[in-house]
């Protein structure tokens, strides 16, 4: 940008150019993003979107937002950086779909010691991927470059969407009814949540993260990075088909924390271990770091990105309608039943 240069700041650590060779960058990977509703690109001061709202009763906007957390870590001692973006749009679109909104648009937030534009514009990358697969659009995002508090190539990364959905058709915990069957939605690995321990049990500093491993079928690093897996439009598609009462994105608090969130008082889930596809790494991070299997249900997600409540007539046609949208390895695992509210395992 012409006369946009200020050689005090630049002394202080920021430097105002690398920001702005970040943003051209970014655009071409935001591109990807452009649905209907779009108003502006990125670059002003605020996002612009119109929803299209036609044949809703009462739209309702449902918002979301998180981060990526410690996860982070692994990519940066991997110097790899395209996909915790898909991660970062995950954790908040997974969320608002469990009221039944669709998620609209997503804005990013990256705060970093220093400004290196190619490894921003390759985390924004990772944003837009995770944007296509939700169907939503990213309409803006920020940059700050923090040095003296974070150490040069130290960054983190969150996220915020907004979605919509017609008042009559959200879902909450009152339309669950004993007798309604749980689906399992599998995850892609251990997502975006308990890395602190993740990182702990396998000594991650140290850890040999580009080396094979036989149990978990490729390299732990790539294991550890495997992007939380984007639930949206085969989830909305299962809502249009049939009677989804209570959606649950298994996330920080595992199991014993989320399923309860979709459900009243007075009814529980009641789950079958055996029922349940675990993936490898979870096996190893029990057995290294001695993990009770309580903490790991209550950790993890165990193999269960996300977890459907449906009505017991409905389960094929939720079924047929996940695996039309691509969606595979939908599992019944259990039913809701009457009792004091939790989860059950058995």
């Known amino acids: 940008m012409e006369n946009s240069h200020s050689a005090s700041y630049a002394a202080a650590g920021v430097d ?4 702005y ?15 209907p509703g779009v108003v502006s690109g990125i670059g002003g001061f605020g996002g612009l979107f119109a929803p299209d709202v036609a044949g809703m009763k009462e739209p309702v906007l449902v918002s979301g937002t998180d981060g990526v957390g ?31 909104a669709k998620p609209l648009f997503f804005l990013d937030y990256i705060a970093i010691g220093k400004n290196e534009p190619e490894k921003v514009a390759e985390m924004v990358s990772g944003v837009a991927e995770g944007c296509v697969r939700a169907g939503c659009a990213l309409i803006g995002g920020e940059t700050a470059e923090h040095p003296g508090l ?25 339309q669950v009814k004993a007798g309604d069957v749980i689906l399992s939605l599998p995850s892609t690995g251990i997502h975006s949540n308990g890395f602190s321990l993740v990182r ?58 989320n399923i309860p969130r979709c459900l009243p008082d007075g009814l ?20 290294l770091g001695s993990i009770p299997e309580h903490d790991m249900f209550n950790t993890f997600n165990m193999g269960t990105g996300m977890v459907l409540v449906v009505a017991k007539e409905d389960v094929d046609k939720a079924v047929a309608a996940l695996n039309g949208a691509g969606q595979q390895g939908v599992r019944v695992i259990g039913e809701v039943v009457a009792g004091e509210t939790g989860v059950e395992l058995l």
Not at 16 to 19: F, P, S
Not at 85 to 96: E, S, T
Not at 268 to 286: G, N, Y
Request: with cysteine; hydrophobic share 45%.
């Open 16 to 19: 105002i150019e690398a920001g």
């Open 21 to 35: 060779k970040g943003v051209q960058l970014m655009k071409q990977h935001v591109a990807r993003t452009m649905i």
């Open 70 to 100: 410690t996860k982070i870590r692994v990519a940066q001692l991997m110097d790899k950086h395209d996909t915790i973006g898909i991660d970062c749009v995950a954790m908040c679109v997974n969320d608002v779909i469990c009221c039944g």
């Open 150 to 174: 974070m150490k040069p190539d130290d960054y983190d990364l969150a996220g915020f969407t907004v979605g919509v959905v017609d008042r009559e058709k959200m879902l909450d915990p009152s």
């Open 200 to 257: 702990k049990v396998l000594n991650i500093e140290h850890a040999k993260l580009d080396e094979w491993s036989e149990e978990l079928g490729g390299e732990l690093g790539g294991v550890l990075l495997e992007p939380t897996a984007i639930y949206v439009k085969p989830v909305l598609a299962a809502i249009e088909a049939a009677q989804v009462h209570g959606i649950s994105h298994i996330t920080g608090g595992g199991f014993y924390e």
């Open 268 to 287: 529980r889930a009641k789950i079958s271990k055996d029922a349940l596809i675990v993936p490898p790494i979870f096996h190893l991070l029990q057995r």
